[in-house]
């Protein structure tokens, strides 16, 4: 659960967004990640467009106008605010964070919104190893589970052995990491993973089951 504190409902902000937040240019991003409502039910999400000051989030339940909203996303961390308005699968929420955290948003929302046009660094395909613990878990966000074996991974993604094929594009979690369905093979699916793990050694060990 997001252990976080929600207050009751708060009034919109007029006119969408206040002077501060329309100084920001929204990005297209592809982004998930988990928001909490005002009554502490937790849902998955996904951001499809966002700057420091709002973001577009497709959500299975929408909230209400002026309802708090917390957000755990990856790459970006925790962001709170309000739900601004509906729109069609979500909602547009207001992000309230310091000058600094702003300052940061932009950095990483720029870096996300352009790795792929750019060819950073960041994005370069990993070399593939056999993992020494092959057999995981893959859960879906509705909660259904399946055991599956890992025919290669890499710091970015991981080819595995499955008996279902999740949709293109669907979040899964191997193991404990999130990762998202990216290409269907015979005998099962590759994944990417939604941050690249930084030493091998931490990809390895998440694959543990507790």
């Excluded at 990005?27 to 005002?38: D, E, F, H, K, T």
């Excluded at 960041?122 to 893959?138: G, K, Y």
């Excluded at 993973?193 to 931490?202: G, K």
Aim: hydrophobic share 45%; with cysteine; charged share 25%.
């Amino acid at each position: 659960m997001l252990s976080d504190d929600i207050s009751a409902p708060r009034p919109a902000i007029a006119d969408g967004l206040d002077r501060a937040e329309q100084r920001f240019q929204r990005v297209r991003v592809s982004i998930l990640g988990r928001y909490m409502l005002a009554d502490r039910r937790e849902f998955p999400c996904q951001v499809l467009s966002m700057s420091p000051g709002d973001a577009v989030v497709i959500a299975p339940v929408a909230g209400i106008v002026g309802e708090r909203i917390i957000a755990y996303l990856d790459h970006i961390g925790r962001i709170e605010g309000t739900i601004l308005h509906q729109v069609d699968g979500g909602f547009v929420m207001d992000i309230a964070a310091s000058p600094r955290k702003r300052d940061k948003m932009a950095a990483q929302l720029t870096w996300l919104a352009n790795k792929d046009l750019l060819n950073l660094p960041e994005d370069r395909r990993h070399e593939r190893v056999v993992p020494d613990i092959r057999h995981s878990t893959v859960v879906l966000d509705d909660g259904r589970r399946y055991n599956c074996k890992i025919i290669d991974i890499s710091l970015s993604g991981a080819a595995i052995e499955l008996d279902v094929r999740p949709a293109m594009g669907t979040p899964i979690t191997l193991g404990r990491m999130r990762a998202r369905v990216v290409r269907h093979f015979q005998n099962g699916v590759a994944v990417e993973f939604a941050a690249a793990q930084e030493m091998m050694n931490v990809v390895q060990q998440n694959l543990r089951v507790n």
